[in-house]
């Protein structure tokens, strides 16, 4: 599916270059290895412990002789530090999902997306990488609330999960200040797409309420349903990945991007949204407001777009559509 588009600089080639992916037997990081491998990549090495990720994810992708997958743990500073020799460019998705999840067990949160994140981002200094892109999140922006969101206003932190991405943020840029790394950081909006667990206690909206409307049961939406958020399809956020790795201005680095479509829509008009995919009548029970989570949610993407060409390609009708008619296919 990544044939069609391509968001490297067209005078460059991918196949001298090695790739590391963390996290790239997950939902974000599996397409984010599709691209690599669709665009001819001489090596994509992928690093996934699997607590959240899936091997069947790169199923489809198993005959490319430049998949490396290793089984192993971000925190694991021997494992990461060998993985990282020749590597030229590194996306980190490798992290614990989940508001709720970070509040119920914030040690592992820490664990795997501060102690993780380190851990590479100290191997891919030693190991002097061109260039290092990350994923943090929306979350950071906790409870500021102006919106649109732009990159250099963050509130309150509302949870342990953002509290990790910005401090990811935080080494991130003392990282390119103080050894000079190129490294730069995504803010990801409410990323969606095929391949985007539907089970489990912490998965997403979007999944979950595609997984109630294929077998006809209500959906459970919290609060009002009235909060609004800025959906984005998971092309956009491999776009961004891929565009931060090869940036077409010098001064990118060092700092963070949002990483959205900046279509502003409530949760209840996305599930009737689905519904209509569906060809089903919405049903939604309504149920207390989730702790931590943000009431309004819209991004600013004017940064990205002037530092890195970051240009959404597919809104979220359209994102919609497509995540729709993979779950009919492959579920
Ligand atoms: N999906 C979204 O809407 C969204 C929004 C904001 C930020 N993010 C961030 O984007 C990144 C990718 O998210 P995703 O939605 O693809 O989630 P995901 O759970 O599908 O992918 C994360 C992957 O990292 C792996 N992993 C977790 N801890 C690890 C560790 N210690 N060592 C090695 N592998 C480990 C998991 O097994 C999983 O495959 C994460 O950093 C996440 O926090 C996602």
């Known amino acids: 599916m990544y044939n069609e588009v391509q968001f490297h600089p067209q005078d460059v080639s991918l196949k001298d270059s090695v790739f590391l992916i963390t ?36 199923d489809h992708l198993k005959h490319h002789s430049a998949l490396e997958f290793t089984q192993g743990d971000c925190c694991n500073t021997e494992l ?13 998705q490798a992290a614990l999902g989940s508001v709720p999840r970070s509040i119920k067990t914030p040690l592992a949160t820490n664990e795997a997306n501060v102690t993780g994140f380190l851990n590479v981002l100290n191997a891919a200094r030693e190991a002097d990488v061109k260039q290092m892109v990350y994923a943090s999140s929306s979350s950071v922006y906790g409870d500021h609330p102006q919106l649109p969101k732009v990159e250099n206003q963050t509130g309150n932190l509302l949870s342990p999960y953002a509290v990790s991405k910005m401090v990811n943020e935080l080494y991130a840029s003392v990282f390119n200040r103080t050894y000079g790394m190129q490294v730069c950081g995504l803010r990801y909006f409410n990323i969606f797409g095929p391949r985007q667990r539907p089970d489990g206690p912490y998965a997403a909206v979007i ?5 109630a409307i294929r077998s006809n049961q209500p959906v459970h939406i919290n609060g009002d349903g009235l909060q609004t958020r800025d959906f984005t399809y998971v092309e956009n956020a491999v776009q961004a990945n891929i565009r931060a790795l090869f940036p077409k201005r010098n001064d990118a680095m060092g700092k963070v991007y949002n990483v959205a479509v900046s279509e502003r829509v ?9 519904c209509d995919l569906g060809g089903v009548a919405p049903q939604a029970i309504h149920r207390a407001e989730r702790e931590g989570d943000i009431r309004d949610s ?6 990205g777009g002037e530092y ?24």
Do not use: C
């Not at 409530?266 to 689905?274: D, G, H, K, S």
């Not at 819209?298 to 940064?303: E, M, V």
């Not at 970051?310 to 296919?329: A, H, I, K």
């Open 23 to 58: 996290g790239g037997a997950g939902f974000i990081g599996s397409h984010i290895v599709e691209y690599l491998l669709s665009h001819g990549a001489g090596k994509v090495k992928v690093l996934d412990n699997l607590s959240e990720g899936r091997i069947s994810n790169l």
């Open 80 to 92: 990461v530090k060998e993985l990282m020799q020749g590597v030229h460019y590194v996306s980190h």
């Open 207 to 211: 999944p979950l309420f595609i997984s």
């Open 266 to 274: 409530t949760v209840l008009r996305m599930y009737e949204m689905l």
């Open 298 to 303: 819209l991004a600013n993407i004017s940064s």
């Open 308 to 331: 890195l060409g970051y240009n959404p390609g597919v809104r979220m009708e359209e994102g919609l559509r497509r995540t729709f008619n993979w779950f009919l296919n492959n579920q």
